[in-house]
Nanobody, 119 residues
Framework: QVQLVESGGGLVQAGGSLRLACTVS????????YAWYRQAPGKQRELVAK???????NYADFVKGRFSISRDNAKNTVYLQMNSLKSDDTAVYYC?????????????WGQGTQVTVSS
């Protein structure tokens, strides 16, 4: 099992910044990717950013140039630096870890952290 605990959410004005943190614990053997997703009220959960085990990253178009995902292996923590925040970024942000096996992908989720951007 993998446990993920998010922190760092809160209320921020448009144009401001926040840094989310996801503390990882448990058995991380075989974890291929860590990612941040978000879900706004009435909308489906969507991928924000992903970091692969080799360090490569990819981002949703709507956050490119504004958000940055990183990982500190020594602290077992995955970060999401969010700059130039917009009201559309308001959502619950979830940390995800994915373990790939031959048969399937096992997904682990944190409890989420609320980010509210006021205009």
């Amino acid at each position: 099992q993998v446990q993920l605990v998010e922190s760092g959410g809160g209320l921020v004005q448009a144009g401001g910044s926040l840094r989310l943190a996801c503390t990882v614990s448990g058995s991380t053997t075989g974890i291929k990717t860590y990612a941040w997703y978000r879900q706004a009220p009435g909308k489906q959960r969507e991928l924000v950013a992903k970091i692969v085990r080799d360090g490569s990253t990819n981002y949703a178009d709507f956050v490119k140039g504004r958000f940055s995902i990183s990982r500190d292996n020594a602290k077992n923590t995955v970060y999401l630096q969010m700059n130039s925040l917009k009201s559309d970024d308001t959502a619950v942000y979830y940390c995800n870890a994915a373990r790939l096996t031959i048969q399937t992908t096992q997904n682990y989720w944190g409890q989420g952290t609320q980010v509210t951007v006021s205009s």
